[in-house]
Nanobody, 122 residues
Framework: VLLEESGGGLVQAGGSLRLSCSAS????????MGWFRQTPGQEREFVAA????????AYGEPMKERFYISRDTASNTVYLEMTTLKPEDTAVYFC????????????????WGQGTQVTVSS
């Protein structure tokens, strides 16, 4: 599965941004799609994940109540809606796919996109 992110950019603190992840083929029904983020010198951090079939979601603690993950099964696209953005949300955001239906750990994801930069100015 090839994944391609889009939608990153520069936004002011308090603003919103929506990232998209387009998959080259329909993920299997047991797949889990996720978003991670990474800043220089830091580990890749779990942001959110959604099961392809049922749409069950999970979020990293700092993102709860601010970020929302969704998917469009017709277009094989996963979205990350980010609201109330903070400067500490600045990172490269990666889309990922896992054959483990409950995956939230980086090691559980098999496919990765190239990432898209999100910069939040104060």
């Amino acid at each position: 599965v090839l994944l391609e992110e889009s939608g990153g950019g520069l936004v002011q603190a308090g603003g919103s941004l929506r990232l998209s992840c387009s998959a080259s083929e329909r993920p299997s029904t047991n797949y889990r799609m996720g978003w991670f983020r990474q800043t220089p010198g830091q580990e890749r951090e779990f942001v959110a994940a959604i099961t392809w079939l049922g749409g069950s979601t999970a979020y990293g603690e700092p993102m709860k109540e601010r970020f929302y993950i969704s998917r469009d099964t017709a277009s094989n696209t996963v979205y990350l809606e980010m609201t109330t953005l903070k400067p500490e949300d600045t990172a490269v955001y990666f889309c990922a796919a896992s054959s483990t239906i409950s995956a939230t750990e980086r090691s559980e994801f098999d496919y990765w996109g190239q990432g898209t930069q999100v910069t939040v100015s104060s």
